[in-house]
């Protein structure tokens, strides 16, 4: 990746799905701006680690995270607006967690998240990883060296190191 810790979040828009299913967007710099934030990134809503292992441990864990002065998680994989409401509702995220849609990896590469997935049908995708952010700056980040792996980013690795 080539964002590090010290780097202001870019502007880059997302999208989600209100509470009517009506699709908006929201920049995630200023999203994050006045907040601690952690950011999950997720090579796609559905999938095994990432519905078995790296979602469910952030709801599992939140009361620990507000412990630890997290006042939003955002979960952003690519995918579009329809299908992480569908996931977030299937993961029972309740009101924890905002999951944000990236189509057309606009966040993911500027962020130098990409990953290509072409030779498993999943076309390109974003590298799995956890960041801290305070008020829009990168103040640390996990990032796992293959997609399947969650151990850096995990809920309980990642909010035991800060």
Same mark, same amino acid.
């Given at each position: 990746?080539?964002?590090?810790?010290?780097?202001?979040?870019?502007?880059?828009?997302?999208?989600?799905?209100?509470?009517?299913?009506?699709?908006?967007?929201?920049?995630?710099?200023?999203?994050?701006?006045?907040?601690?934030?952690?950011?999950?990134?997720?090579?796609?809503?559905?999938?095994?680690?990432? @519905? /078995?292992?790296? +979602?469910?441990?952030?709801?599992?864990? #939140?009361?620990?995270?507000?412990?630890? !002065?997290?006042? &939003?998680? *955002?979960?952003?994989?690519?995918?579009?607006?329809?299908?992480?409401?569908?996931?977030?509702?299937?993961?029972?995220?309740?009101?924890?967690?905002?999951?944000?849609?990236?189509?057309?990896?606009?966040?993911?590469?500027?962020?130098?998240?990409?990953?290509?997935? @072409? /030779?498993?049908? +999943?076309?390109?995708?974003?590298?799995? #990883?956890?960041?801290?952010?305070?008020? !829009?700056?990168? &103040?640390? *980040?996990?990032?796992?060296?293959?997609?399947?792996?969650?151990?850096?980013?995990?809920?309980?690795?990642?909010?035991?190191?800060?």
């Amino acid at each position: 990746m080539k964002i590090k810790a010290g780097d202001k979040l870019p502007n880059s828009e997302l999208f989600y799905l209100d509470e009517d299913n009506v699709p908006k967007k929201i920049d995630i710099f200023d999203f994050c701006k006045n907040n601690k934030t952690i950011i999950l990134g997720m090579p796609g809503a559905f999938t095994k680690t990432c @519905s /078995a292992i790296h +979602l469910p441990g952030y709801v599992k864990n #939140y009361d620990l995270a507000l412990k630890k !002065g997290i006042t &939003k998680i *955002i979960c952003v994989a690519v995918n579009d607006p329809n299908v992480m409401k569908a996931w977030g509702k299937n993961q029972n995220i309740g009101e924890k967690i905002f999951m944000a849609g990236d189509p057309f990896l606009k966040f993911t590469k500027a962020i130098g998240a990409e990953v290509d997935k @072409s /030779a498993k049908g +999943l076309g390109v995708r974003s590298n799995r #990883y956890t960041m801290l952010i305070e008020n !829009g700056e990168v &103040k640390k *980040i996990e990032e796992e060296k293959d997609t399947a792996a969650c151990e850096l980013s995990s809920a309980e690795n990642f909010l035991k190191s800060i």
